[in-house]
C-alpha cells in the first residue's frame, strides 16, 4: 500500500544555514505520527516544505504517490492535506458554520461568478446538513452560529480542525494544537481529535511540544535536532531514548 | 566625426539638463524614504505636504510681499516640520499596528485634506495659471552656461545648490550627529533603540519633521517648473518620489537619491532624443509627446511588476516586529449585520418617497444632480467590491470608468455602435483589462497593489489618453469627447427624467449583482482571503484566482458607471471625471463612509453629489426653518470643506474599517441593546423585531485580556 | 522590598493569543536566575515583560521598588535593565563603534562616550580591530560579543538574556557564559532564558520552570534539570534513577 506522506531526502537552506537536512520520513494512511524536537530542531520548517509554504531546496514531497514538490499550497490542499496553525489563523467576523461552508464550497469547486450572479451561490442544504455533523462531531453545535470572536482558544482550534475536515484531508497537519491551551483544554482536544480521527480515518502528523501530548497521541515519532533525524520509531520508545532527551536538555548526558 | 560630436554634446545637453529636476527627485525620494523608514508609513500624503509650502511660500512672497528668505523660512523651516511633527502626533503614532493598507488609506486622506485645509485656512486658490516664483530674484530670466551646450535659468542653479546643500546636511546629521545615529537605529529597528533607552518615538517624531521638511522644501524649489500650485500636480511628485525610492528598493537613502537623479537623466534623455528617432520610425510618434511626462511612472510599473523582490524590503528588517500585535484586516466581514425588518422597510419607503418627490417636483439641476448620484453610486460599487469585499486598494478605478467612457465614446460617436450597447462593450473591456492588469498587480499584495495601480492610472492618463484611436486624443482632457444619450424603442433617454429611470434601473442590477456576489460563493471566498491569507490557501482556496474575479468584476462595474457617467454628462470630460487625482476622492470618499455595503456606496455617491449643495450651501437647512432667507450666517460653507471632511474621515478607517456610517450604527444599536438590557422586560421596543439580537462583534480594547479568541488578522480594534 | 525584580501575577499575550498566565517570582540583586522550559511555553515572553517590550494585560512589573507595569521599553533601560534579545542583537546597519555609541551616549552622557567605547575595545580588542566594520557583516559570535561589550561597560542591574547560545559554536557559548560570569562578579543581576540548561544551571542560583505559560516550580537551580525532565517527559516514569516524587 502507499503512504499517504513520503518525503525522501528534503532540505531547505535560509541564507546558508540548514534548517532541514536530507529528511525522509513516511507516514501511513490513517496513523498518527509525531515530528518533535527542541526549539530550532527544523520542524516548523520541515512542516512548511510539506505544505509548500517553502520550496524545498533538495528531495521530494509526494502525496498519496504522486510528486506534489512544485505545487502551490493550495493545490496541495485539494490533493488532501489539511492542517490547523500554531498562531490560530481564522476568518475575521465568521461564523463558525460559515467557516465550513466555505471550506465545504472549495472542495466542491462548484461555485462560481455566475452561479452567484443567478442567486445559486448561497449554502445549500446539503452543504449545511455536511457541515452540522462535522460540527456534531467535534462538539460545536451549540456555537455553530456565533462570530469566532466569542470562542475560547480551544474551540477555535476545534474551529480549524472542522475547517480541514470538511476538505477531505487524507492527511492533516497540526502545528502544535495545544500552543495557548491550559490543561484541561489540551486534554479535551486529545479526546476530541482522537474520537474524530476514528471516524473519519485520516493519516495526523503532529508537531508538538508538549511530549505528554504526543506520547498519548502518536504510535510513531520522529525526532528532529539541527535539522536532522536524530531518532524514529516508536513513540514511547524515542522518548525513553538518552540522545533524545540530551536533544531537548541542550546538555550531553542528563541521566545524574 | 562631427556627427559622434553633436550626440556627444545632445547627450551632455541632456544630462545638464535633467539634473535640476533630478535633484528635486532625489530630494523628495529621501524625504519619502525616510518617512517609511523610520515609521512604516507608505506616506502618499509626500506630495501634499510639498504643495502646502509650494503654496505658502507663494502667498508669503507673491501676496504679502514677504522678501524671499522670510517667506522661505515659514514655509520651509515652521510649516512644513510643524505640519510632520502634526501629523505624526495626532495620526500616525495612533496607527503603529494597523495594517500597512491602512496606512495608506489614511496618508491617501490626508492628501485630500491637507491642502484643502491649507486652502480654507489662508483663502488660497491653488487653481493652475498662477507663475510662482523661484527663490531667487529673477530666476527664470537669467541664464548662465558655463559648458556651453546648456544654459542654466539662475532656478535651476538655486535649485542645485539648496538641494545638495540639503542632501550633504542629511548625510552629515547622520554620519556625524547623536540624533542622527539615532534615527539610523530607529531606521533598522525601533524597539532595539527602545532597549537602548532612547526614546523611539520621540525620534520618529523628528524625522516626520525633517522628512516634513524635504518635502516643503522640494515643492517650493519645483514650483516654478510645474506653472501651478494646484495640489493634483503635486501628487504625481509622490508618485515621481516613489519611483525613485523603489529604485533604491525603498530601504536605502543613497540609492533613492541615485534613483531620483537617474529618473531626472531618463526624461531628459528621452526629451532629447526620442523626437530625433521618431523622425525616421513613424511607429514613435504618438509617444513622442507622452512618454517623457510618463517616465516615472512606467518605471514605477515596470519595477513592480518585473522585480517583485521588492515588496519583502521592509518585512524582515526589525527582527524585534513578532511583539507587535498582528494588523487587523481590511476588507471581509460583509456579513451585513441583521438590520431589523422594520427598519429596512421604512427606509425603503423614505427612499421611494424621495425619489418619487424628485421626479415629480425637481427641476433640471435638481435632477441632474440626483442622476449624478446615482451614477456615481454605481461606480462606487466597484470598490465596494474590489476593497471592502477582497480587502485591495486599487486607486486606478478611475482608469477603467474611464475605458467605459471612452468606448462608449468611440463605438457610439465614430462607429455609430447602438449606445447601451457600447456601455456594456465599455465595461467588458473594462473588466478585461483589469483582469489582465490584475495578474502581475496582485502578486504584490497590499501597499503594493495601491501603488502599481496608482502608476498603472498615471501612465493611462499621461499616454493612452492622449492617443486618438483609444481616448481621442488631446482634446479628450476637458471637452471633445461627445457622447450620446441613447433611444431604445419607443424611450428616448435625452429627457434627463427618463434617464433618471435608467440610472436607478443600472444601479438596482449591479446592487443586486454584489449582493449575490458577497453572499455567494465569490464573495465568501474574498472574504476568507482577507480573513486570513494562509488560512484560505489551507483549504484549497487560489487566492491568485479570486482576486482576478474581484479585479474583473470591479472593472467591469467601474467600466459600466463610467460609461453611463459619460452618457449622462454627454461627454466624457476625462480631466475632471476620471483623472487620477479626483479618482482619489471616490476611494476616500467610499472608505470613509463605508467599504462594505451597498448602501455606503450609495451614500458616498449622494455625498459626493448632493452634499454640497445640499449641506454646505444651506439648503437642507433652509427646507427645515422652511424659508431660504432663514438660512443661518454661516451658510455658504465654502465646498472645499468636503474634502477636509471625508478626508479626515479616513483616519478612522483604520481602526473601523466598515466605515462610518456602519460603525455609527453598529455603536448606536450597542447602545439600544444596552438600553433595553437594563430595562428588560418592557414590551414597546421601537424598531427591533427580530427576537434574537445578534451578538456584535465587541471592539473595546478591552478585548484583549479576556479569553475570547480572535483570528489573527482582526486583534487590536 | 529588597528584591530587584518582581513579577506579581503577571499575565501577558500577544493580541488574543496569551502566553502567560498568573506568573509571579522575583529576583534579588545580584541574583542570577534561569528560565528554563520547554520552547514556547513563554519564556520569551516574560523576557519581553521583564524589559518593556511588551506590556502585561494584567499584574505588574516593579524594578528596583519603582512600578513600571506597562512602561516604554526606554523607561526599564533607564532603570538599569539590559537586554540581549533572541536572534540579532546589534544594528546591522551601523559600525562596530556606531552600535557602541548609539548606547553609550544615552547611559554616559556626551562626555563619558568615548572613554566608554575605549574601555569596550580594551576588553574586547577583536571589536577594536573592527571598530569601523559594520555590524551586519559581522560573524554570529562576534555580534553576541558586541552586545556583551556593551552590556558589561553599561553595567546594567539586570541583565536579561534571552538565549543567548542559539545558533552558536560550543566554544563561543563558553565565552559568553564567562562574559556572564563575569557581570555577576559586578554584581550585576541575571535572568537567563535558555532552553539548554546547562549552562544555565551552572552560572545560576536559582531557576523558575515555566509549562504552558505557569511557572510550576521555583527552586535551587541545581535541582532544575531534573524537575524539567520530569515536566518534559512525565507521562511514563521519568528516568530510572530519578526520586519518585
Known amino acids: 500500500m502507499t503512504n499517504v506522506l513520503d518525503t525522501q531526502g528534503v532540505s531547505k537552506k535560509f541564507s546558508g544555514i540548514m534548517a532541514v537536512h536530507d529528511l525522509s520520513i513516511s507516514v501511513d494512511a490513517g496513523e498518527s505520527v509525531g515530528l518533535i524536537g527542541p526549539n530550532g530542531a527544523g520542524k516548523t520548517t520541515f512542516f512548511n516544505c510539506v505544505l509548500g509554504v517553502l520550496r524545498v531546496n533538495a528531495g521530494v514531497v509526494r502525496l498519496a504517490g504522486d510528486d506534489v514538490t512544485e505545487m502551490p499550497v493550495h493545490a496541495r490542499a485539494r490533493r488532501g492535506i489539511g492542517r490547523t496553525f500554531q498562531r490560530i489563523e481564522l476568518f475575521a467576523e465568521s461564523t463558525v458554520r460559515e467557516h465550513l461552508l466555505i471550506a465545504e464550497r472549495t472542495r466542491r469547486r462548484d461555485g462560481g461568478l455566475w452561479k452567484d450572479l443567478i442567486g445559486r451561490g448561497r449554502p445549500r442544504a446539503d452543504e449545511i446538513a455536511k457541515c452540522d455533523e462535522v460540527l456534531e462531531l467535534l462538539g460545536l453545535r451549540d456555537v455553530a452560529d456565533e462570530p469566532i470572536e466569542h470562542l475560547s482558544l480551544g474551540q477555535g482550534r476545534l474551529v480549524e480542525v472542522g475547517r480541514a475536515l470538511m476538505t477531505d484531508p487524507k492527511l492533516l497537519l497540526l502545528d502544535e494544537p495545544t500552543s495557548g491551551l491550559d490543561r484541561q483544554e489540551t486534554a479535551d482536544l486529545a479526546i476530541t481529535l482522537r474520537a474524530v480521527q476514528e471516524h473519519r480515518q485520516f493519516a495526523i502528523l503532529l508537531v508538538e511540544h508538549d511530549v505528554e501530548f504526543v506520547s498519548s497521541f502518536t504510535q510513531r515519532s520522529y525526532v528532529l535536532d539541527f535539522g536532522q533525524l536524530i531518532a524514529s520509531g516508536p513513540t514511547q520508545d524515542v522518548l525513553r531514548d538518552p540522545q533524545v532527551r540530551a536533544a531537548y536538555l541542550g546538555v550531553e548526558e542528563i541521566s545524574s | ?717 | 522590598m529588597t528584591e530587584l525584580l518582581r513579577f506579581a501575577n503577571v499575565s501577558a499575550g500577544y493580541g488574543p493569543f496569551r502566553a502567560l498566565f498568573d506568573v509571579s517570582f522575583d529576583i534579588q540583586p545580584g541574583e542570577a536566575v534561569a528560565l528554563l522550559g520547554a520552547n514556547g511555553v513563554g519564556k520569551t515572553t516574560i523576557a519581553r515583560v521583564a524589559t518593556g517590550l511588551l506590556a502585561p494585560s494584567s499584574g505588574t512589573v516593579t524594578f528596583g521598588g519603582t512600578d513600571l507595569t506597562g512602561a516604554a521599553a526606554h523607561r526599564f533601560a533607564r532603570a538599569g535593565v539590559a537586554h540581549a534579545p533572541e536572534g540579532r542583537s546589534v544594528f546591522a546597519t551601523l559600525s562596530v563603534e556606531e552600535n557602541l555609541r548609539l548606547s553609550f551616549r544615552r547611559s554616559k552622557g556626551r562626555a563619558g562616550v568615548d572613554a566608554a567605547v575605549g574601555q569596550a575595545f580594551e576588553l574586547f580588542p577583536a571589536l577594536g580591530q573592527r571598530h569601523r566594520q559594520i555590524a551586519g557583516t559581522l560573524s554570529g559570535g562576534q555580534q553576541r560579543m558586541l552586545a556583551m561589550a556593551r552590556v558589561i561597560v553599561e553595567e546594567p542591574r539586570l541583565l536579561v538574556a534571552d538565549e543567548l547560545s542559539l545558533g552558536l559554536a560550543p566554544i563561543i557559548v563558553d565565552e559568553v557564559y564567562r562574559n556572564l560570569d563575569r557581570l555577576r562578579q559586578h554584581g550585576c543581576a541575571l535572568l537567563i532564558v535558555e532552553q539548554h540548561v546547562g549552562h544555565a544551571v551552572a552560572l545560576c542560583d536559582r531557576a523558575v520552570v515555566l509549562d504552558r505559560g505557569r511557572t510550576t516550580w521555583i527552586g535551587p537551580a541545581d535541582q532544575a534539570s531534573e524537575r524539567l525532565v520530569r515536566n518534559l517527559f512525565q507521562t511514563e516514569s521519568p528516568m530510572e534513577n530519578s526520586p519518585t516524587e
Not at chain 2, 523628528?206 to 516634513?212: E, M
Not at chain 2, 464573495?523 to 489551507?538: D, F, H, P, Q, W
Not at chain 2, 470643506?641 to 474621515?649: A, D, E, P
Request: charged residues 15%.
Open chain 2, 1 to 717: 566625426m562631427t556627427l559622434a560630436a553633436t550626440l556627444g554634446s545632445d547627450l551632455l545637453r541632456a544630462l545638464l539638463q535633467g539634473t535640476p529636476p533630478g535633484t528635486v527627485y532625489a530630494l523628495i525620494a529621501l524625504g519619502f524614504v525616510l518617512t517609511y523608514k523610520t515609521s512604516g508609513v507608505f506616506n502618499l500624503a509626500f506630495g501634499a505636504q510639498a504643495s502646502i509650502s509650494a503654496a505658502m511660500y507663494y502667498k508669503a512672497h507673491t501676496d504679502w510681499r514677504w522678501p524671499i528668505l522670510p517667506a522661505l523660512i515659514v514655509s520651509v523651516f515652521v510649516l512644513a516640520p510643524g505640519v510632520g511633527l502634526l501629523l505624526e502626533r495626532l495620526v500616525f503614532r495612533h496607527l503603529r499596528t494597523a495594517s500597512s493598507v491602512a496606512k495608506i488609506v489614511v496618508t491617501l486622506g490626508l492628501s485630500i485634506a491637507v491642502p484643502s485645509i491649507f486652502e480654507l485656512v489662508f483663502q488660497f486658490q491653488g487653481v493652475a495659471g498662477r507663475t510662482p516664483e523661484g527663490i531667487v530674484p529673477n530666476g527664470a530670466g537669467v541664464y548662465y552656461d558655463p559648458f556651453g551646450v546648456y544654459p542654466f535659468s539662475r532656478n535651476e542653479l538655486m535649485t542645485m545648490a539648496v538641494a545638495v546643500t540639503a542632501m550633504l546636511g542629511l548625510a552629515a546629521l547622520f554620519k556625524f550627529s547623536a540624533l542622527g545615529l539615532q534615527m539610523r537605529a530607529v531606521v533598522e529597528s525601533p524597539r532595539m533603540t527602545e532597549l537602548n533607552g532612547i526614546r523611539a518615538d520621540r525620534v520618529s517624531a523628528l524625522s516626520w519633521a525633517l522628512s516634513s521638511s524635504f518635502a516643503g522644501m522640494a515643492g517650493v524649489l519645483i514650483a516654478p517648473r510645474f506653472n501651478t500650485l494646484a495640489a493634483p500636480d503635486f501628487f504625481n511628485l509622490v508618485v515621481v518620489a516613489i519611483a525613485a525610492a523603489v529604485l533604491g528598493k525603498l530601504v536605502s537613502l543613497p540609492r533613492a537619491l541615485v534613483g531620483g537623479f537617474c529618473l531626472g537623466w531618463i526624461i531628459a534623455l528621452l526629451g532629447t532624443f526620442l523626437p530625433r528617432w521618431s523622425r525616421t520610425q513613424t511607429w514613435l510618434r504618438p509617444f513622442q509627446e507622452n512618454l517623457t511626462p510618463s517616465v516615472p511612472f512606467l518605471v514605477l510599473f515596470g519595477v513592480l511588476v518585473f522585480w517583485p523582490a521588492i515588496r519583502r524590503a521592509r518585512e524582515a528588517s526589525d527582527p524585534l516586529s513578532g511583539v507587535d500585535p498582528p494588523p487587523s484586516s481590511v476588507g471581509s466581514g460583509a456579513r451585513g449585520a441583521s438590520r431589523p425588518r422594520f427598519s429596512r422597510v421604512i427606509g425603503l419607503a423614505l427612499l421611494v418617497g424621495i425619489g418619487v418627490i424628485v421626479f415629480i417636483r425637481a427641476d433640471t439641476s435638481w435632477i441632474f444632480l440626483v442622476t449624478q448620484a446615482v451614477v456615481m453610486s454605481t461606480i462606487y460599487l466597484s470598490v465596494t467590491v474590489i476593497t471592502g469585499l477582497a480587502g485591495q486598494i486599487s486607486l486606478c478605478q478611475g482608469t477603467f470608468a474611464a475605458i467605459g467612457g471612452f468606448t462608449v465614446f468611440q463605438l457610439a460617436d465614430r462607429h455609430g455602435v447602438s449606445v447601451l450597447l457600447a456601455a456594456v462593450i465599455g465595461a467588458v473591456i473594462a473588466a478585461a483589462v483589469g483582469a489582465v492588469l490584475s495578474l502581475p498587480v496582485l502578486r504584490l499584495g497590499g501597499v503594493w497593489t495601491a501603488v502599481a495601480t496608482l502608476a498603472f492610472a498615471y501612465l493611462f492618463d499621461s499616454v493612452l489618453v492622449k492617443i486618438s484611436w483609444i481616448c481621442g486624443g488631446g482634446t479628450s482632457l476637458l471637452q471633445g469627447t461627445r457622447v450620446p444619450r441613447p433611444v431604445v424603442g419607443p424611450w428616448d433617454f435625452a429627457d434627463d427624467r427618463s434617464f433618471l429611470v435608467l440610472t436607478v434601473i443600472v444601479f438596482i442590477v449591479v446592487a443586486f449583482a454584489v449582493t449575490q456576489i458577497r453572499s455567494g460563493t465569490v464573495g465568501r471566498t474574498l472574504s476568507a482571503i482577507s480573513g486570513s491569507e494562509v488560512a484560505a490557501e489551507s483549504i484549497g482556496i487560489s487566492p491568485a484566482r479570486a482576486r482576478v474575479t474581484a479585479f474583473a468584476v470591479s472593472a467591469f462595474i467601474a467600466g459600466l458607471g463610467g460609461a453611463l457617467l459619460s452618457i449622462h454628462q454627454r461627454n466624457v470630460n476625462y480631466g475632471s471625471n476620471f483623472s487620477p487625482f479626483a479618482a482619489l476622492f471616490w476611494l476616500v470618499l467610499v472608505v470613509s463612509l463605508g467599504a462594505r455595503t451597498v448602501q455606503g456606496a450609495a451614500q458616498a455617491g449622494a455625498a459626493f453629489s448632493l452634499f454640497d449643495t445640499l449641506i454646505l450651501r444651506g439648503t437642507f437647512m433652509g427646507w427645515i426653518l422652511r424659508s431660504s432667507k432663514r438660512i443661518p450666517e454661516i451658510f455658504p460653507i465654502n465646498p472645499k470643506w468636503r474634502f477636509v471632511f471625508f478626508g479626515l474621515g479616513t483616519i478612522q478607517f483604520a481602526r473601523h474599517p466598515e466605515g462610518l456610517v456602519e460603525h455609527g450604527k453598529r455603536q448606536m444599536r450597542r447602545r439600544v441593546d444596552a438600553l433595553r438590557k437594563r430595562r428588560t422586560g418592557s414590551g414597546g421596543s421601537i424598531d427591533d423585531a427580530s427576537p434574537v439580537s445578534t451578538p456584535q462583534p465587541s471592539s473595546e480594547p478591552s478585548n484583549e485580556t479576556d479569553t475570547a479568541v480572535v483570528p489573527v488578522g482582526e486583534t487590536t480594534r
